[in-house]
Structures are given as C-alpha cells and as structure tokens.
C-alpha cells in the first residue's frame, strides 16, 4: 500500500485508493515479447516423407475395395484398369452400391500432394467419404 503526500495545509498522509497498473502492464509486455518470440519456434518446418508409416495396421476387411493412384497419373480399382471419368461407377459396382464402405487408397509416392487431394476430392464427389491411406508399415525402424 502506498501513500499520497498532499501539498496542503495538513501534514496528515491520506491513502489512495488507486491501483497502480504499471506492474500489470510491465508483466502483459514481457509475455507479449515471450509469445512473440516462442510462436515462431512452434512451427515445424521439416520436410515430410508421407508414404511409409509406423502406424499399428488397422484390421481389413474381408474384401476391401483398393483405388490405386499411379505415378503416371492412371487409376486402378483393385486390378481393373479405370478411367478418372467413369471412377464413380466402377466404385459402386465393386462396393455393390454401399457408399459407407471405407475406400483404401493407394497413391504413388511420386504424385504430388495436391494430387493426391484432388483425389480424395474426387472420391469424396462420388460419395465416399470414408477413405483410408494405405502406406508402408515400417517395423522396428526399418
């Protein structure tokens, strides 16, 4: 607590019922610079190697349907050669018109990540919307 000295007549100290904000003020700086450095940091800017995975393998079932996006911009379901264009029929022949059935997909590392997207969009246009991708499973660090 602190007192004002009054230049007055009277030689009494009165108390000042005022908060003194300097020190909050001081402290919101100090953390505002700490955050402002620190924010940055955060950010991770490594590059990212997306086709092997470490990941426990999920359970399959018993006859999953595979998209195969290749290197050469062609597409597969399961072995069969398909067309981008008939790519929504071809599924639901092969998924017998279940579009709640998870598609696995299977891209090339080679094909860009904006390619791969526009893939799970084009699935996602046909009506899957569950759709897996399937990667390497690398053991033991190898």
Known sequence: MWR????GDSDELTEAHEINVTPFIDVMLVLLIIFMVAAPL???DLPVNLPSSTAQAQPRPDK???VTFKGD???AIGDQPVAL????AALDAASGHDRGQRVYLRADSA???GEVMEMMNTLRAAGYSKVAL???EVKDGT
């Open 64 to 66: 999953p349907i595979f």
């Open 42 to 44: 955060a950010t991770v």
């Open 134 to 136: 399937v990667a390497l």
């Open 85 to 88: 264009e008939s790519l929504g």
């Open 4 to 7: 004002r000295v009054d230049r």
């Open 111 to 113: 094909l860009r990540y």
């Open 73 to 75: 911009r062609t597409l």
